[in-house]
């Protein structure tokens, strides 16, 4: 193993002595434009917002399966697996994925407990992905509840340059040292498909299926099959199976000034949870027969969105319109499974977990002045959701849990090109509820041209977060514990100011440089946490305390002819107060290091690609509850390193495309971690699960 860990650095150090160049993520290209934060799509350099984009040449060189994967190998954010429930979301400075917007060309995603926030990035493929855009800081004003942290936008492609293009694709991944085609075998397999039709000059149409089938990983268990009688041993996973299917169609019209375009997807996803626990039940027959049962359980998940897009001009008003009906049901049914004959004895009628229905629309007009100097954007914004969460999602008292929120907000900004190196642009929303109190948020932007290839921004901007299903409902109350809901949580209220500079050169013998520095503040008011109101076990979520964030980050990317090589760094320092009856929390800033690279190298005349990726993070340091008697202590969670590495060749007048390689060559599984607080009735855990280990993949690309 250590051999071919050092075959692959020696490999990287080859390529950066070759030459350094740009990363592939491809950040600075001046040619990219992005529309997350834009009045309409324009280009990278001039947007008012620092955004840093992920486009399709960099995801297909990464061989990621979902957005997950993808978001793994940027700096300042992390992925946080649940293998319990097997969802994985987006931590971005320090905040979890109820503080992060997910949206699919620009409208959020529906999810568990809500729309765009907490959302399972396993279970958006990367099947037609154009491009990746994200924003780090509050983004209220454009984006409202839950953009605290930040804003992932997933663009996917709506536009082909053929008359017709297929392409399909198969994929096949080790799990760490656990692979096999047959049915109930072991590894990662995943096919899809695409198809573009341009009808004709005005009309596309596009057609795309994905299915990713993870087998799950044992681990230190000893899978579903096991009925041993050793307490030391445990039944079932560390990563319990998953298989997803999902599949999206898009009809879109374009003329002139006018375009419109439809698109349905629909998804389904089964999770199996095997409980490490058999029970051994005598039969009495005189026999000495004994039957080996287990309780599990099976997740299956439906997901409809349908959504329709507008873009024309009302005489010399731009106007942008976005709809979309989304749904989301998540059943579970408990089973009794008999081991040795592996057979279903029992099985317990089928309910929803979490169930969401949304209604969305969100537009937008500009360009009221046809004005270049100075022009505004009014906008409204409006989410209908209603919902429910069975007892069992949560400790909720009484039946299933049921919400309807109904949210409307105005919007309103003005872009001011003061001069043709400085653009000022302030912007508020209201937003009002049925639920909640009204919340204001206001944002203010400004980037100054510092020269023909150099920009510094400015962006300052607050967004709030409602509370959760479990922070509003939870009752769980037995002779041990009493956890509790709290109905009357008011939002949480987040505000970012940041400063990026960013600059791109050309030098000697045609070297492409770029770099860029950025600053980022974050913090977070009224936060809602579980606490302890009354000794000995009766807690309470309450809006109690603060969180402060601060983000330092560099980049400097280098490019020349078939080659290009990233270096990434940041140090990211957090503060919380926390609060339990008498005791308080320090305040003073824990630091985390992080650093990446990146090499991109293609062989000139046979196209041969090579691609390696590298991520460091350091060592993670917050202040958690000892007990109620102690108060706190800083806990620690280890630091670990991240590389893939992946060969790519073109065939057949690159019409095919066979790829080959290994992800994370350190073999990273799980991390030793002190800083782990208890929540309520639940002890903290010692071991933090991120990945199952190093795999190695072979992937097959047919396209014409």
């Known amino acids: ?119 399972d990035l396993t279970k958006l493929s990367l099947n037609n992905v154009e491009r990746i855009e994200i924003v780090k800081g509050s983004m209220g004003v454009e984006y409202g509840n839950g953009a605290v942290a930040g804003v992932i936008n997933i663009i996917t492609r709506k536009t082909s340059t053929k008359k017709v293009a297929v392409k399909a694709s198969l994929q096949e991944e080790t799990v760490r040292d ?41 681990g230190e268990s000893k899978g579903y099959k096991y009925f041993g009688t050793d307490p030391e041993i445990k039944r079932g996973y560390e990563w319990n ?62 997901r409809w969105v349908h959504q329709f897009n507008i873009q024309a ?74 919902g429910q969460a069975a007892l069992i999602a949560g400790q909720f008292f009484g039946e299933s849990v049921k919400r309807k929120i109904f949210t409307y907000s105005n919007f309103l900004s003005a872009e001011w090109n003061i001069s043709d190196k400085f653009s000022l642009r302030p912007g508020a929303r209201l937003s009002v509820s049925d639920m909640f109190d009204n919340q204001f948020n206001y944002s203010l932007s400004a980037r100054l041209k510092t020269s023909e290839n150099s920009n510094l921004r400015a962006v300052a901007g607050t967004a709030n977060r409602f509370p959760t299903y479990d922070e509003l409902f939870t009752f769980f109350v037995n002779i041990n514990h009493d956890v509790q809901g709290n109905p009357d949580l008011n939002p949480e209220k987040g505000f970012s100011a940041g400063l990026f500079w960013d600059q791109n050169f050309s030098a000697a013998n045609d070297w492409k440089i770029a770099y860029s520095v950025n600053a980022l503040y974050l913090d977070v008011q009224d936060r809602i946490e579980m606490v302890m109101i009354k000794r000995p076990s009766t807690y309470k979520y309450m809006n109690l305390n603060t969180y402060r964030n601060m983000l330092l980050s560099a980049n ?94 073109p065939l057949w007048k690159d019409h095919l495309e066979v790829s080959a390689g290994v992800k994370n060559i350190f073999d990273v599984t799980s991390l030793n971690s002190t800083s782990s607080a208890g929540a309520g009735h639940i002890a903290g855990a010692d071991r933090i699960n991120l990945y199952y280990g190093r795999s190695y993949f072979a992937r097959l690309i047919y396209q014409f």
């Open 556 to 649: 400097v990317d280098f490019r020349k002819d078939q080659l290009a090589f990233s270096l990434r760094g940041s140090v990211n320092g957090t503060s919380v107060s926390l609060n339990e009856l008498e005791h308080t929390s320090p305040t003073d800033f824990q630091y985390l290091v992080q650093a990446g690279a990146s090499v991109n190298y293609k062989l000139k005349n046979i196209g041969t690609g090579f691609s390696l990726y590298y991520k460091y993070t350091g060592p993670g340091r917050n202040y958690v509850l000892e007990n109620d008697i102690e108060g706190f202590r800083l806990g620690k969670t280890d630091g670990f390193h991240m590389m893939d590495f992946i060969v790519s060749q």
């Open 241 to 302: 199976p998953k298989d997803q299917y999902d599949a999206s169609a898009l009809i879109r019209y374009s003329k002139n000034k006018t375009s419109f375009y439809y698109k349905l997807s629909y998804l389904n996803e089964k999770f199996n949870f095997y409980n490490p626990e058999t029970n051994r039940i005598p039969l009495n027959d005189g026999l000495g027969g004994v039957v080996y049962q287990s309780r599990d359980r099976e997740y299956n998940t439906n």
């Open 1 to 119: 193993m250590k051999k071919k860990v050092l075959s692959v650095l020696s490999l990287s150090i080859a390529f950066w002595m070759n030459a350094q160049q740009k990363d592939s993520l491809n950040k600075n290209k001046i040619e990219e434009v992005v529309i997350t934060g834009q009045y309409t799509q324009q280009s990278i350099n001039k947007s008012i917002y620092k955004v840093d984009v992920i486009d399709a040449q960099q995801i297909k060189n990464m061989a990621a399966t979902n957005v997950a994967d993808v978001l793994n190998q940027s700096l300042n954010i992390q992925i946080t697996p649940d293998t319990r429930s097997g969802n994985s979301t987006a931590n971005i400075m320090g905040l979890d994925g109820n503080y992060v917007k997910i949206l699919i060309d620009n409208i959020p995603v529906v999810g568990d407990t809500g729309l765009g926030s907490n959302i």
């Open 178 to 218: 656990n692979y096999d085609l047959k049915k109930k075998g072991k590894g990662r397999h995943i096919q899809n498909f695409n198809v573009d039709y341009n009808i004709d000059n005005n009309w596309f149409a596009n057609i795309s299926f994905n299915h990713n089938q993870f087998m799950g990983y044992e």
């Open 313 to 386: 001009n009302l005489g010399d008003i731009r106007y942008m319109g976005d709809f979309s009906y989304q749904t989301q049901d998540r059943k579970y049914f408990d089973y009794n499974y008999d081991i040795p004959n592996r057979s279903v004895t029992s099985k317990d009628e089928k309910r929803s977990y979490y169930q969401t229905d949304i209604v969305y629309s969100r537009g937008m007009f500009s360009n009221f002045l046809n004005n270049k100097t100075f022009d505004f954007q009014l906008g409204y914004e409006l989410d209908y959701t209603n």
